[in-house]
């Protein structure tokens, strides 16, 4: 097996409701005077009140919808100033933080908006082009200086982000596993992230509808901070100990297919992911394993056909662009051994006549 780059965790890390009044503090000794702070609209909206005064020069940064590599660009030519990166938003802006951090190399601080996947962990950035449709991923060689996470700030979001989050969360166990059943003697930090992996699926599925319930109800209870963390911080240490193995494989490389159909670009990354977990189990024809997460998914309102991603009509045309986009050239289904597009297409089908049968 190819030896493993282990980033496990970011330097400081704190989940707690109220953490980011400690941001002055965490701050001293830095030596920091200039930052730049990049932020959505919703997501500055929702955090500012809960960011207290920060002895800094800050330059504020909007974000333009995309993490792009152009976009990238455009923040540094506009930060090329600050001494540390700070991003307050989604996935897509800690990306930014993070890509942005590494091309000026400057420590970067995360503090999460929503809780829909493990970017304020993982030391990578996924990039799209600017009409959303995905190009690759990169993993930077320094980890995130700090991840500060206000469940209170989290609760704020609107609940398909969560539940979207548990989608894409779960896929963790599914792709790590596919990758790392044949290594008979694995090293510990392989073993921490499917341990991390496990941990992924079994709390999720255990916890993830009161957590939903907690999320309606606006309740920061025990189910709510256990789902955020395991989303974040387990999700995260997935990648973060096993590299290449516990990354993605086939149900990530569906959403990238995914996203290459205008039909679903209205649905969230964990609901592709989700969908993309039930393909990916298609094609290792474990099929009893897709009708014991079907309960689960209808609990939790997470796509089983290409139906509930937006496809009111599901033509040939569609399932050979996913397949063919699911299986180019670097994508990382091929770690799976699985190359041909047709073998995709018949696993999709698979997929959607299973739907149809329950």
Same mark, same amino acid.
């Given at each position: 097996m190819e030896s493993l780059n282990v980033q496990g965790a970011p330097a400081v890390y704190r989940c707690e409701q109220g953490v980011l009044a400690q941001l002055p503090?965490?701050?001293?000794?830095?030596?920091?005077?200039?930052?730049?702070?990049?932020?959505?609209?919703?997501?500055w909206?929702?955090?500012?009140?809960?960011i207290p005064d920060l002895p800094l020069s800050i330059s504020y940064q909007k974000y333009n919808g995309e993490c792009s590599h152009k976009e990238v660009e455009r923040l540094c030519e506009n930060l090329s100033g600050a001494e540390l990166i700070i991003g307050v938003g989604g996935g897509k802006i800690l990306d930014l933080a993070k890509a942005s951090g590494d091309r000026l190399d400057k420590p970067v601080v995360l503090i999460p908006t929503l809780p829909s996947n493990c970017a304020a962990w993982t030391?990578?950035?996924?990039?799209?082009?600017?009409?959303?449709?995905?190009?690759?991923?990169?993993?930077?060689?320094?980890? $995130?200086?700090? !991840?500060?996470? @206000?469940?209170? #700030?989290?609760? /704020?979001?609107?609940?398909?982000y969560l539940r979207a989050g548990i989608g894409d969360t779960i896929a963790k166990w599914y792709e790590a596993d596919v990758l790392t059943r044949h290594?008979? $003697?694995?090293? !510990?930090?392989? @073993?921490?992230? #499917?341990?991390? /992996?496990?941990?992924?699926?079994?709390?999720?599925?255990e916890n993830g509808s009161d957590s939903i319930r907690a999320h309606q109800q606006q309740e920061v209870d025990p189910s709510f901070i256990r789902v955020v963390e395991t989303i974040i911080l387990a999700g995260g240490m997935v990648g973060g100990f096993g590299d290449v193995y516990g990354r993605i494989s086939g149900a990530h490389s569906v959403h990238n297919g995914l996203t290459k159909v205008k039909e679903t670009h209205g649905h969230l990354h964990?609901?592709?992911?989700?969908?993309?977990?039930?393909?990916?189990?298609?094609l290792e024809e474990r099929f009893e394993e897709i009708e014991r997460l079907y309960p689960f998914y209808q609990k939790m309102q997470l796509p089983r056909s290409l139906y509930d991603l937006g496809l009111r009509e599901i033509t040939n045309e569609a399932v050979q662009t996913i397949?063919?986009?699911?299986?180019?050239?670097?994508?990382?289904?091929?770690?799976m051994g699985v190359s041909e597009a047709d073998v995709v297409v018949a696993a999709i089908q698979n997929v959607e006549e299973l739907y149809h049968k329950q």
């Open positions: 503090d965490l701050l001293k000794g830095k030596h920091v005077n200039k930052a730049g702070l990049i932020h959505g609209e919703q997501s909206s929702a955090a500012e009140p809960h030391p990578l950035s996924v990039f799209y082009d600017e009409t959303g449709n995905f190009e690759e991923y990169i993993v930077f060689p320094r980890s $995130t200086l700090m !991840v500060l996470v @206000d469940p209170d #700030l989290l609760l /704020a979001s609107p609940v398909e290594i008979k $003697t694995k090293p !510990v930090p392989l @073993d921490v992230s #499917l341990h991390a /992996a496990k941990l992924c699926r079994d709390v999720l599925i964990g609901d592709k992911v989700a969908y993309g977990i039930l393909v990916q189990l298609a397949a063919r986009y699911t299986t180019r050239q670097g994508e990382s289904i091929h770690l």
